[in-house]
């Protein structure tokens, strides 16, 4: 009779467990409690690794904004890891799924924007190490989002836009309420001038679990005394536009269900969205918010509410303006973006054809006092313009190619919307269009498209609508192909 060996335990809670005690340890070190986040990551993962791969990309790219950003080695955060995870799975799917085809507009769009940033790194690189720094964000972001577009494009178009979106809106109603967890223990405003905390451990904690001192940022005569930055750990201006283009999607959602208790849910889980992004302070996100719901709600809802729908949306926003903290640090002119916009064009006029490379703004910036003494003051940081801030580090023909590929987006999110209205999936492809046009708004006064933990919505959003494009022009040549036999 034949022994058998005996079966040895999994691994995987060994590990999990491990991963647990370290988190912990890290977290008392460096008062860093966000670290607690990993060993949820690790179980999250664990579990995705047991569903197929359409959902495991679909959750794990929706879950990217949950890890907070801590530098690693070799230029690697903890952030990195999700969306690296997602990436693989998305090429496994691709291969499995015999690799589909982007549109080929945006399939040549993505091949200039990585060759183009190729010979930006060559040429602003100095040396082979320098090189590769440049290289690292230049060429891997075009080859991260073309994974995360053609996979989201090739899920939609085979299993519906649902299987992308869903997991998204329901990520950021997880991430708002954490946010709005974290502020609970932070006073709105504190009055009068404060120039440093009552307490910097106090402070450290805080931000380290969603809440940033705000003892810097002017409403009038009062200062922010706290700002809600999320799980992010990194300005609230992150968090902002992570809701942005988010927000648009989970409403989408509360209006495609058919069941009141779970559009209740939906809708209670929008509004808390809404509550976490006013507590963010962020200036930009009012505006590309507004834009983002009216877009959204023009084509997700009944053709006789659109005149309402748009009403509603003028007086809620002149009704904004009467909150005098909201009315103060709209017209606060002390962080004036015109300044950054015109010492980021001088740059990309000084360096056109590759720009400067990834990573040398602000040091060429300082280097030259031609791009410091704008007419409109002193520039204290990068650009606050994605756009600007592409052509003046990568040049002219990256910047045209994200144009391109933005624009198209639109084009594509603009058809969708429009032909689906009154579908079952119509309210979720607007809100997918109108997220991505909020995004692209307050990417005018934020350099968005190059901070990838809020990018990877735009562009696996942007495939969930190239991929629902594709899946109605084959439903639009079947009748002729029938016909044809």
């Known amino acids: 009779m034949a022994i058998r060996a005996p079966r040895l335990p999994s691994p995987e809670p060994l590990v999990g467990v491990a991963v647990a005690i370290v988190a912990a340890g890290g977290a008392l070190l460096l008062n860093r409690w966000t670290l607690l986040l990993v060993p949820l990551v690790w179980l999250a993962v664990a579990l995705l690794s047991r569903a197929p791969l359409p959902q495991r990309f679909a959750w794990l790219a929706a879950a990217t904004v949950l890890m907070p950003r801590y530098p690693l080695r070799f230029g690697v955060s903890v952030d990195d890891l999700i969306p690296s995870a997602a990436a693989i799975a998305g090429v496994v799917l691709l291969a499995r799924w015999g ?22 790194a060559v040429v602003n690189g ?28 090739a899920i939609a178009k ?14 950021a109603i997880a991430e708002a309420v954490m946010a709005l967890g974290a502020y609970s223990v932070c006073g709105e405003i504190h009055l009068g ?8 451990s ?136 015109r300044a950054l916009w015109w010492s980021g064009a001088a740059i990309f006029k000084d360096h056109p054809l590759l720009g400067v490379g990834y ?67 119509g309210a979720l492809i607007a809100g997918a269009f109108g997220g991505c046009a909020g995004f692209l708004v307050q990417n005018m006064t934020n350099t968005l498209l190059l901070v990838p933990t809020v990018a990877t919505y735009f562009w696996v959003m942007g495939g969930a609508l190239a991929g629902a494009a594709a899946a109605s022009a084959d439903r639009d040549r079947e009748p002729l192909q029938v016909a044809a036999e």
């Open 359 to 425: 990573g040398n703004y602000r040091e060429v910036q300082l280097s030259n006092r031609a791009y410091l003494d704008t007419p409109y003051g002193e520039p204290t940081s990068t650009a606050h313009n994605g756009f600007i801030a592409i052509a003046a580090e990568g040049g002219v023909f990256q910047v045209a190619a994200v144009l391109v590929l933005a624009g198209g987006i639109m084009v594509l999110g603009w058809r969708g919307a429009r032909g689906t209205r009154g579908t079952q999936g």
């Open 158 to 171: 085979r299993l519906g836009v649902r299987a992308i979106l869903l997991p998204i809106a329901a990520v």
């Open 202 to 337: 106090v402070w450290e904690a805080r931000r380290a679990i969603g809440v940033e001192q705000g003892a810097g940022t002017n409403v009038g005569e009062q200062r922010i005394r706290c700002r809600a930055t999320g799980t992010l750990g990194q300005s609230s201006n992150f968090l902002a536009a992570f809701l942005v283009t988010t927000l648009p999607v989970a409403a989408a959602t509360a209006i495609a269900r058919r069941q009141r208790v779970q559009r209740a849910w939906w809708a209670a889980g929008t509004v808390a969205m809404a509550v976490a992004l006013v507590l963010t302070f962020t200036r930009a996100s009012l505006i590309a918010v507004a834009v983002a719901l009216i877009v959204t709600l023009v084509f997700a809802a009944p053709r006789r509410a659109v005149p309402v729908i748009v009403i509603a949306a003028i007086a809620l926003g002149v009704a904004s303006m009467t909150i005098p903290q909201i009315k103060r640090r709209l017209t606060d002119s002390a962080n004036d973006r």
């Open 126 to 153: 100095d040396g082979p190490a320098d090189m590769l720094r440049i290289a690292a964000p230049g060429v891997g972001r075009p080859v991260f989002w073309f994974v995360f577009a053609a996979t989201s494009a």
């Open 193 to 200: 001038e404060v120039s440093r905390p009552e307490n910097e």
């Open 99 to 120: 690799f589909p085809r982007l549109p080929r507009w945006m399939e040549a769009a993505f091949a200039v924007w990585l060759v183009a940033a190729l010979a930006s």
